[in-house]
């Protein structure tokens, strides 16, 4: 088969790939409870002719090939949705309060089916194992490390795996593929809880209290200091309060207040990571004490830098050349974003890749995770031909 040949009997599936992407968009569902995107999932797999099979508390995978010996390349795809309501002009928005696809996991689900589709069609071609990994839980970072203790990198063994992550609210046109070099492509993350404890009381009388939220507020600002004027400016390392929560109403001091948020290095070696934490909780639990308060910080929920392989970067990104000529845009990528299929990239030679999916000029202006963010579902059949391409031509290349 010829990448022409291929790019057409991918672009014939588009109305069907909008259709699948739109109808998961709809029935967002977050971390391992997936009950609807499973079985969307298994039912179209199973109408491909394909077993899937399940992998760990919410996983499937399933393997095309394997009739010749060769190499086993595992294409994966994140199914979670976020915890987050939908506020995009969608007529397919989420039918379901207070989650939403936010993070483009229905795009990423959609286009794994349609190579699914490709690699069945052309399965006597393959000159090896191509193993399709759909995974739960990726934005608590316990889906993939799930799939890995549960075996999804054994039987047949992985030799090499690769992701493609949609992104929006670029000025890069939609429908370009991106493609990084090797080394840290993307950061660690490790989440964090602080609460400080203090005494409550009635707001008439402050005198007779402890305000844990004072104490917090003094913590959250004390703690900018690490960025500031701890850590080396070449390094990269950031920590972000995402959620503070004290109190249920207005004339009542609390008895304690929480702060849950990440810490995020591009350090592999965790140096930068532990300095973090451990000024953290240096700080948290110093200004507390000065407040007459206590606190606690814990960690939890870590996932290491992603590591994409310099020479599996090198083959794969001549194949999406091939594939998408001037489609495909080499790139120098390091950014603060995590990715908890950097688990994988720690067992086996990984590439992750980007393909730009809503262009600013054209209205796509929210980037990921925001309650407002657009996917331009007309770029899914570039992503299923991508993966199709790189299983195919990778499994040659190895033969």
């Keep these: 088969m010829t990448n022409e040949e291929l790019l ?36 179209e797999l199973e109408q ?9 508390k919410a996983g499937l995978v399933v393997c095309l090939g394997g009739k010749k010996e060769g190499k086993t390349i595992l294409l994966r795809a994140d199914m979670d949705a ?26 990423h689900a959609t286009m794994l089916l349609g190579a699914a589709k490709l690699l069945k069609d052309h399965e006597q071609e393959l000159e090896g194992t191509v193993k399709l ?6 934005e608590i970072f316990q889906g993939a490390q799930d799939m890995i203790d549960a075996g999804v990198l ?3 063994k992985v030799d090499a795996a690769m992701m493609i992550h949609v992104s929006a609210g670029m000025s890069i046109p939609s429908g370009m593929l991106l493609i990084p070099g090797g080394g840290v492509t993307m950061a660690s993350c490790e989440q964090y809880h602080i609460r400080v404890q203090g005494k409550g009381g009635h707001g008439s009388t402050p005198h007779m209290t402890v305000d844990p939220l004072t104490a917090a507020a003094h913590i959250h600002l004390a703690l900018q200091e690490i960025n500031s004027r701890e850590l080396d400016p070449n390094q990269y390392g950031v920590f972000t309060t995402g959620r503070f929560q004290a109190g249920q109403t207005s004339n009542v001091i609390p008895d304690c207040a929480e702060m849950w948020g990440t810490i995020r290095t591009v350090d ?7 300095q973090i934490k451990r000024r953290m909780e240096e700080i948290t639990k110093g200004v507390a004490a000065a407040m007459r308060c206590t606190a606690d910080v814990e960690f939890f929920d870590h996932c290491p830098c992603m590591l994409v392989d310099d020479s599996l ?4 990104g001549g194949f999406m050349e091939e594939l998408m000529g001037q489609g495909a845009r080499k790139m120098h990528m390091q950014g603060g974003g995590s990715e908890d299929f950097s688990f994988v990239s720690h067992h086996v030679p990984t590439m992750s890749m980007f393909l730009t999916a809503g262009n600013t000029a054209e209205g796509f202006c929210y980037a990921q995770h925001h309650p407002k963010v ?12 991508a993966y199709a391409w790189a299983a195919l031509r990778y499994l040659q290349d190895q033969a």
């Design 8 to 43: 057409k009997q991918a672009q014939s599936l588009q109305p069907r790939l909008q259709c699948i992407r739109r109808d998961l968009h709809r029935h967002p569902e977050t971390g391992f409870d997936l009950a609807y995107t499973l079985e969307y999932v298994r039912r």
């Design 48 to 56: 491909m002719g394909l077993k899937p099979q399940a992998c760990g």
């Design 82 to 107: 976020l915890p987050v309501t939908e506020e995009a002009d969608v007529e397919f928005a989420s039918e379901k309060p207070g989650f939403m696809h936010g993070c483009g996991h229905d795009m």
């Design 133 to 138: 990994m759909f995974q739960p839980a990726e």
């Design 154 to 156: 054994e039987n047949p």
């Design 268 to 274: 592999p070696t965790g140096a930068v990571g532990n």
């Design 313 to 316: 970067s090198r083959k794969i």
């Design 374 to 385: 657009k996917f331009d579902d007309a770029v899914l059949w570039r992503g299923s031909a």
